[in-house]
């Protein structure tokens, strides 16, 4: 017996130090690759004759989703300042698309001192409606203790989302879940039927549809079609989590909730990334809007069928437990505003200045973003408001946004003009 625990005692002194070794050393890595790329880049800036390095940090808005890369807002205030500066100016863009408040500010400090910015275009808030990672990090500022069971609940998430060697692990872990999701009988799956004009069209219709609530039906047959279309994709390309949602949408159209709530979840189930870097399930807020807004409405099966998944999905997956949170609008309100009011905290203290910026559309994170510029004197960018004029003055809708309610190309000129604009007048670059 004293032989078995001997052991056993070495097999997890000897596990505990290789896993102390290995974290080590990917720290030192990264400490290493930070310093390189800093150097480089402050070399790299210095040799151009730049004088301003604008980073622009958000979500999709920033990255520029509906446009090609050369054509988000970022790209495009390059090619203005370009023409108007004698090229002293770098833009950076750092937009993630899907990204809440809480996971562009665990970001910020290690963006700053990789880019070395004096000036920060910020728009953020949006995403923080379904994408709730990180919320735990809020809480713990405003509120300060957990009970003893969310503090060792809480470490354990950290652990997997700050933890270099299980980060590596779960990359480990989710490329071979992800080629195998796109392999199928043993060859890689043709996914090429993605970029096809009908499926572009198809997909951009039932976003159309779900931006205007089901104001637009399509009739039962058309429905039909649609759901044969995905369903003939599953087949060839089971690993694609949004057809299953695709087809969820559909039922949810025709209000035939039970199909749809088992559709969002096939694609939850199958999704290999779980809601990777800069992808985000919609099968997660999908359920979690459905389980909210039917609740007491005699849909007590549908709720009680959700309740269940979600206990037996936080099981499986406790890091990707914040989709489900239940938050009410008042709180994801305090969560935005708390979390903007520490990203311009860390930047002045950085002595960086900052631009902020609301959204294109009607948005109501932009009340919040304008009422955070006025307290706190930031130099704010109504994007809004520009947009709506254009809309009052005749431009149509479709001439400025994509279906889903991104800017297209024009739209983000749009925006690159506003921003170039407020630069100037307030006197922000050197």
Sequence with gaps: MKVLMKRIFVFFAGALTAFILLEGVLNLGGVVYQTYWDLHTRSAVKEAGIKNVILCLGNSYTKGVGAAPEMSYPMQLQQMLNRSTNNNSLVINKGVGLQSTAELLSSLKFNIKLHRPNLIVLQTGQCNRWNYSLHTNYLRRVEGTFSVGSRFRNLFIELYFKCKVFKLFKLCHAFRKLMKARCLNGHLVDNSYRASEQYQELTALIREINVKKGLLSLGQHKYETMINFFADKIRIDPGCSLNYTFIGYIYRFQQNYEEALKWFMKGVIVDAELGAIDE????????????????GAHNDEINK????????????NPDKSYNFLQLENSEIDQWIESDLKEIVRIVRHEGVGIVLQNYPMAEHENLILSRIASELNLPFVDNQAVFDGLMAKGVPWNELFVPDCHCNAKGYGIMAENVYNKLMAAGLLK
């Design 280 to 295: 985000f399930n919609e099968g997660y807020k999908e359920i979690r809007n459905m389980r909210k807004t039917l609740k």
């Design 305 to 316: 069928r959700i309740d269940e998944f979600i206990i037996q999905f936080d099981r499986k």
